[in-house]
Each structure stands twice: as structure tokens, then as C-alpha cells.
């Protein structure tokens, strides 16, 4: 056999180098270089990713993995390491970590020993809330020395809110419901994302370039319920200034009671809801309306009431000459005369003369008491009365009458509906809702409304002319 051939099985120094270059490394010694080499090499590093399979242990240090969608790694956060709330680490929670890449040599497993944290998403989120929040309550800008009362009776109002969501619809039907006649000047915005916050602000700033020429009482900053990160923007310090530079008063109704943000510290009125918003700004009239309704049927029950009891006054002052009815004493006359006759009957006949005589002065003393001269005396008081009763009665409910006519006309004249009557007619644009009040705001083409006293025109405009 070829000394010089090479087996199958002999590598040479491929895989076995020959004994005098081999160096062998037990498990901690390659370990230990491998951890040298991360921390020499890599060092101090920034990470991101999501919180998961976090444990405390009673030593107070804290372990847990750092995932994102296609790797983990395992963290170590010891209690020496002061890195703020670590209340606020829960698994799912998104962080950014500072830490050092090193080797857990009992394990041979590589970690991050972390010395520094930033939350991310709600947590934070909710951080940069109270710091906002106390910067801004130590300018004052909560104070409430500097909060304003709303008007109690408003013709007009800013609406700051998303054309497509549900606040302005809350907002709308319960002002139609409380007080139709309110103006509404919408400013439509968005509400989420990005650009919402400098777009409520600038809205903001808008109605009130808007007020320095025309009537405006109070602006309404709204929008329906959500996550913290959908309410956002009423927390950024943009919006917070536009309301505090706001020289119109602000109501803030953002999310459901049991949100708050920091537009509703700032303005001058925080309701729960955008619903309640829209209570409270239609408050005063909706309740003078109710008083007057209530004051109407008060009315209507006090007359009812006079009215009976004049009828009983009258059914008693029947019922007392009822009793001293002329009648009954003239029957008592009567059969006094009949004694008298009776007597003249058994008088002796050398009295007869002096009887009639007698009977002759009783004749002249009751035709000044005849009975039918006191009945007419007494009908003619009763009559005098009944007609005094009668005019007086009627004179009250004149007054009455006339006082309803005055409330009723009053009231019609709020109502727009007294105005399209006299052949006005409001005509607005379909998707904004705006009046147009002039040429410039239509377009060649553009679709409008028109409200008319009965119905509603929709028209297309061919052409326009610009006085």
C-alpha cells in the first residue's frame, strides 16, 4: 500500500491542527471573551421595541425581554439604577431603553443592563400631559380668577369641531331641540392626527379675527370620545395658548365625563359631554321659554280660579236675598192684615168709624212700605251690582288677554320662521351649512338651498354677478 495515500478519513490539519498550534478554551474563558468583545465593541447602545415577560424579583431588580416583530432580548434592570416610576413598566408597554450589551456568563446569554427609560404610546403620553399640565397651571393659565361667564342669552356662536363626527351632530340637534334661533358659526377642523392640533388653534385665532367686526358670544372647542392618543391634540400647548389669547369665551367639551384635557383646564367652561356643551350654552333661553310656558298655565289656572270664586261670591248673594226675600215679609204683613180684618169684624159698630180710620192711616203707612217698591228697590241693586261684577270681571280678562297677545307677538318675532313669513328667504350652502350672505361665497356651478317660509329650493348656479 502508497505510504503517501490519504485516507478517507484523514483531514489533515484541515479540522486537527497539528498539537503545537492548537489552543483549546474552556466554555467560561470563550464566554468571558465574548463578553469583552460586546462590551468593548458595542458598548452603550439606544433600543426600541415592547416590553414582554417582565418579572420583579424580591431583590428589586427587574428582568424582562425586549421584542420587536422579528427578535427579542433579554434585559436586565437593576435596583441600583435610578430610571424614574418603574411602576409604569408592564409587559406590552413600549419603551426606549439605554443600556450596556454585556454576557449573563452563568447562562452564556447576551443582555442588556439597562440604566436608562422612555416610555412610549400612553405611558408616554401621559407623562408629557403632566408636565404640560403643570408648566401651564404655574403661568396661571388655570387660574380661575381669569375665567369668564358665559352670556346667558347667545344669538351666536363658533363651533370648532370635525365635519364628520359625532359632536357636531350632538351639538346640532340639541340646540334645534332647546333654542332654534341660535346662529351657529361652524369652523370645520380635524380633531385627530397630526396636523388636528394646529388646525383647532388656527381655527381658534379664526373666530376671533372674526368677532373684532362682527357679533360673536362665546366659541365651543368639541369632539366625541376616544383613546388618549385621539384626544391628543386638545392637549398640545398650541391650542392651550389659542384659548388663553381667546378674547371670545371658550367652552371645552372633549371626549366623555370621564376625560379631561388640558383645553378644559384652560377655558373658561369645561362640560362632560358635547350634548351637555350645547345644554348649558342654550341654557338661559331654553329656560325663560319654559317660564313663560309655566307663567301661561299659572295665567290660564288664576283666571280659572277668579272665575270661580266670583261664580260662588255670586251663588252666596243669591242664596242671602234668597233669605230676606221681600215675599216673605209681605206674607207676614198680609196675614197681620187678615187679623186686622177679623178684628174689624168684632168690633162693635160704635168703633167701626174709629177702626176705619185706623185702617185708613195702616193703608198710608204700607204704601210707603208696599212691598213691591222694596223689590224693586232691591232688583235695582242687584242689577247695579251684577253689571259692576259683570264689567269688572270683563276688564280683567281684557288685561289678561292682552298681556298673552304681547308675550305671543314677542315670541314670534324671535322665531325665523316670522321672518321667511314676510317673503325672506335664507339660502346655504348644502355641504358646509353656511349662509351665504354674498355672491363671493358661491360658485359657478356649485349647488345651494334655499329655505323658504314653505319648503326648500335647490338650485344650481348657471352665473352670478358682484355688486
Not at 416583530?69 to 424614574?84: D, M, R, T
Not at 346640532?172 to 346662529?183: A, D, T
Not at 309655566?294 to 234668597?322: C, H, I, K, M, P
Request: glycine content about 6%.
Amino acid at each position: 500500500m502508497n505510504k503517501n495515500a490519504k485516507s478517507q478519513w484523514d483531514f489533515g490539519d484541515e479540522l486537527f491542527p497539528r498539537e503545537e498550534m492548537r489552543r483549546v478554551l474552556s466554555v467560561s474563558e470563550i464566554t468571558s471573551q465574548v463578553r469583552r468583545l460586546l462590551e468593548q465593541h458595542v458598548g452603550t447602545i439606544w433600543i426600541t421595541g415592547e416590553i414582554t415577560n417582565l418579572r420583579a424579583q424580591s431583590s428589586g431588580h427587574l428582568y424582562f425581554s425586549l421584542k420587536d416583530a422579528f427578535a427579542q432580548l433579554n434585559c436586565v434592570l437593576f435596583k441600583s439604577e435610578q430610571v424614574g416610576d418603574r411602576s409604569a413598566l408592564r409587559d406590552g408597554q413600549k419603551v426606549i431603553l439605554r443600556g450596556e450589551m454585556t454576557v449573563y456568563e452563568a447562562r452564556g446569554q447576551y443582555q442588556l443592563r439597562v440604566t436608562a427609560v422612555e416610555l412610549q404610546g400612553i405611558g408616554a403620553l401621559q407623562i408629557a400631559f403632566e408636565k404640560l399640565k403643570q408648566k401651564l397651571q404655574a403661568e396661571g393659565l388655570f387660574s380661575t380668577d381669569r375665567k369668564r361667564p358665559l352670556p346667558r342669552f347667545p344669538q351666536r356662536i363658533g363651533v370648532v369641531t370635525s365635519p364628520t363626527g359625532a359632536a357636531i351632530h350632538d351639538v346640532l340637534r340639541v340646540i334645534e331641540r332647546r333654542n332654534p334661533s341660535l346662529e351657529i358659526i361652524f369652523v370645520p377642523c380635524s380633531v385627530q392626527g397630526q396636523p388636528a392640533a394646529s388646525e383647532i388653534a388656527s381655527s381658534i385665532r379664526l373666530l376671533n379675527r372674526f368677532a373684532e367686526t362682527n357679533h360673536l358670544d362665546l366659541i365651543l372647542v368639541t369632539r366625541g370620545g376616544g383613546s388618549l392618543e385621539d384626544l391628543w391634540a386638545f392637549n398640545e400647548e398650541v391650542v392651550a395658548r389659542a384659548i388663553f389669547h381667546s378674547q371670545i369665551p371658550v367652552v371645552s367639551a372633549v371626549g366623555h365625563e370621564i376625560d379631561f384635557t388640558i383645553s378644559d383646564f384652560v377655558a373658561d367652561l369645561r362640560a362632560a359631554t358635547p350634548s351637555a356643551a350645547a345644554e348649558i350654552i342654550t341654557e338661559g333661553v331654553f329656560s325663560s321659554y319654559r317660564f313663560i310656558s309655566e307663567a301661561g298655565v299659572w295665567l290660564r289656572q288664576r283666571v280659572r280660579q277668579r272665575l270661580d270664586r266670583e261664580r260662588r261670591n255670586v251663588t252666596q248673594v243669591q242664596q242671602r236675598l234668597n233669605r230676606v226675600h221681600p215675599r216673605l215679609w209681605l206674607n207676614e204683613k198680609l196675614q197681620h192684615l187678615d187679623d186686622l180684618h177679623l178684628n174689624l169684624h168684632r168690633c162693635v159698630k160704635h168703633d167701626l168709624h174709629k177702626k176705619l180710620v185706623g185702617w185708613k192711616n195702616l193703608q198710608e203707612r204700607l204704601s210707603r212700605v208696599h212691598p213691591q217698591r222694596i223689590l224693586k228697590l232691591r232688583r235695582d241693586v242687584l242689577f247695579s251690582e251684577t253689571e259692576r261684577l259683570r264689567e269688572q270681571m270683563h276688564h280683567r280678562l281684557e288685561k289678561l288677554r292682552h298681556r298673552l297677545e304681547r308675550v305671543e307677538t314677542r315670541l314670534k318675532l324671535l322665531s325665523p320662521a316670522h321672518v321667511l313669513a314676510r317673503g325672506y328667504s335664507i339660502t346655504r350652502d348644502p355641504l358646509t351649512g353656511k349662509i351665504v350672505r354674498s355672491a363671493k361665497d358661491v360658485q359657478t356651478g356649485q349647488q345651494i338651498v334655499t329655505t323658504l317660509q314653505q319648503g326648500e329650493i335647490t338650485s344650481t348656479i348657471d352665473d352670478k354677478s358682484e355688486a
